[in-house]
């Protein structure tokens, strides 16, 4: 038999100029909370590879902290005891030391599953309730990427079911398929139609863009409008530079460190700003670096803190 053909989506976004690698590459982020957790401590995925690193000892702990909203504490937490959440030494691909390591591909028990859908539901319901005017007031699908948004748009819908079932009792999810299905229902989406439909995108996380400019095709190919984005970390600093990316073109033009350091610490923004600013709507993050920093005060040693902060405030983007 015949292979089914791959599916090609226009190119809606020119993002791979714009966006570079923040965070490490990661498995699906998958998880979830209905206010109790099973810590369950886990190894770590072969497949998600860790950049050269120097942990420090994760220490679970029931403290919490509670400046920040409860879904998040919650989350949090999980993923401490999950040791999803790390404190020590990383180096990420740009080459910067990292004080901190999310690790995405550990998020895959029904308990973290669960965790992140409520998380992700909170963080639209927060925005909805704040936002009268915001394209989310009217959503209709929450959209996953093939294949690790297919249980992110799953759980967060269900969530969002629990938490207000009148409001969200009728939303729909979608994704695509990798490959055109020729037989039965065929097509290249499963689940509802995005013809005419208001969709909100949900991801792990935004690296250099390529799935959700992907994403942002399918929906507009299938007649559908995107209103906002949704992902679990927003590392809120300034995206590499070229001297970090190591590209020719800086190699090429850098011949002092009083150059290179102009390149390094130039006024940029961030990946999730870049996003915003290329769509034109919401794009949420569950958590924030200000979230990790401000738990890390109640779980964490004061160097750990410490070091958190000074990492902020070097690398801070300027949106």
Not at 185 to 196: D, P, Q, R, T, W
Request: include cysteine; aromatic fraction near 6%.
């Amino acid at each position: 038999p015949s292979k089914s053909p791959i599916i090609e989506y226009p190119k809606i976004l020119d993002l791979d100029k714009t966006l570079t690698p923040l965070l490490p590459p990661s498995n699906s982020f998958m998880a979830s909370t209905n206010g109790s957790f099973r810590s369950q401590a886990q190894e770590a995925n072969s497949d998600s590879p860790v950049p050269k690193e120097t942990p420090t000892t994760t220490t679970t702990t029931t403290s919490t902290a509670t400046a920040l909203r409860a879904h998040k504490s919650a989350f949090l937490s999980a993923c401490l005891s999950a040791s999803v959440l790390t404190f020590g030494t990383y180096t990420l691909k740009s080459g910067r030391q990292s004080p901190y390591f999310f690790n995405a591909g550990l998020l895959h028990t029904g308990s973290l599953l669960e965790s992140i859908g409520t998380a992700y539901a909170h963080t639209i319901l927060d925005h909805i309730d704040s936002n009268s005017s915001s394209p989310l007031q009217d959503f209709d699908v929450v959209f996953g990427p093939a294949y690790k948004g297919i249980p992110l748009a799953t759980e967060t819908l269900g969530a969002l079911r629990r938490l207000d079932r009148d409001k969200f009792g009728g939303k729909s999810y979608s994704f695509n398929r990798k490959e055109v299905k020729g037989h039965g229902e065929g097509g290249a989406i499963v689940g509802a139609s995005l013809s005419g439909r208001k969709v909100i995108i949900v991801d792990d996380v935004i690296t250099a863009g390529t799935a959700l400019r992907e994403a942002v095709g399918i929906i507009a190919a299938e007649g559908g409008k995107v209103v906002g984005v949704v992902v679990a970390l927003d590392r809120m600093e300034r995206m590499p530079s070229e001297w970090e990316s190591g590209g020719k073109r800086a190699a090429s033009i850098i011949d002092d460190h009083e150059t290179e350091g102009m390149m390094r610490d130039a006024p940029r923004g961030s990946a999730v700003g870049e996003v915003r600013r290329a769509l034109g709507v919401p794009v949420l993050s569950v958590l924030t670096l200000d979230d990790l920093i401000e738990f890390s005060r109640d779980v964490r040693s004061e160097d750990d803190s410490r070091r958190m902060e000074e990492y902020r405030a070097k690398y801070l983007a300027q949106d």
